[in-house]
């Protein structure tokens, strides 16, 4: 059975531009995370989705982030336009059902210059 | 925001002695779950806690919960240099998972 699968693995780009990251989550899983870590950090949530509908977007930077789950698989987050400060690793994660085990991909790995 | 805290912060051990981590937590919680992340790696699951539930075993992992404390901890028996790594605990508060920042545990042989 694949994994959670994330790309691109890294991403280098320059402040102000725009960068997405995709998602293709465990088949079957209804429930999709978007996790950002720092350098020696806990993953931080950015956004939640229930099937195609964004549950917990509470601390999701929404005048520079979106994401979306297009028929309740896969996912984008986008970032407009990036700044230093964004600079970190994206996590993707997903789940059977609400509250149980996570399944987290490989990240992409964001560096803003 | 984040809701557990690990305790410590970073832990050395030698092979074949026994690792433990800690994980304080503030609001009330469905279950608690462990993580391992490898260097450039994503999170692994090692093992889920539910609150009605006090103790759990994996192989060499066994997980307490005191909900009255709001705690939680997580013992790797007989460690490896292969256990290198960092452990978070993450809360499901209303279907949501919030990690800690995490314990470094270094395992030298």
């Known amino acids: 059975e694949a994994g959670v699968v994330q790309s691109p693995r890294y991403k280098i780009i320059e402040k102000k531009q725009p960068v997405a990251f995709w998602c293709n989550p465990i088949?079957?899983?209804?429930?999709l995370y978007w996790y950002r870590q720092n350098l020696g950090q806990g993953p931080e949530l950015l956004i939640r989705y229930e099937n195609e509908e964004a549950v917990d977007d509470s601390q999701l930077p929404k005048d520079r982030f979106s994401a979306e789950r297009l028929k309740g698989v896969d996912s984008t987050l986008k970032i407009q336009p990036a700044e230093l400060g964004d600079s970190a690793v994206y996590l993707c994660a997903s789940s059977f059902r609400q509250a149980s085990e996570a399944f987290f991909g490989q990240g992409t790995r964001l560096t803003v210059v | 925001s984040q809701q557990g805290e690990e305790d410590p912060q970073a832990l050395s051990i030698q092979e074949g002695e026994n690792a433990t981590m800690n994980c304080s937590y503030k609001t009330s919680i469905n279950n608690l779950q462990w993580y391992r992340q490898n260097s450039g790696r994503g999170l692994v699951h090692l093992i889920l806690?539910?609150?009605?539930?006090r103790e759990k075993h994996s192989g060499r992992l066994r997980v307490t919960l005191d909900t009255s404390k709001k705690s939680s901890s997580l013992l790797i028996t007989a460690s490896r240099a292969a256990d290198t790594a960092s452990y978070f605990c993450?809360?499901?508060?209303?279907?949501?998972?919030?990690f800690g920042k995490g314990t470094m545990l270094l395992v030298s042989p």
């Open positions: 088949s079957g899983h209804n429930t």
């Open positions: 993450a809360t499901d508060v209303g279907s949501t998972l919030t």
């Open positions: 806690i539910r609150s009605n539930e």
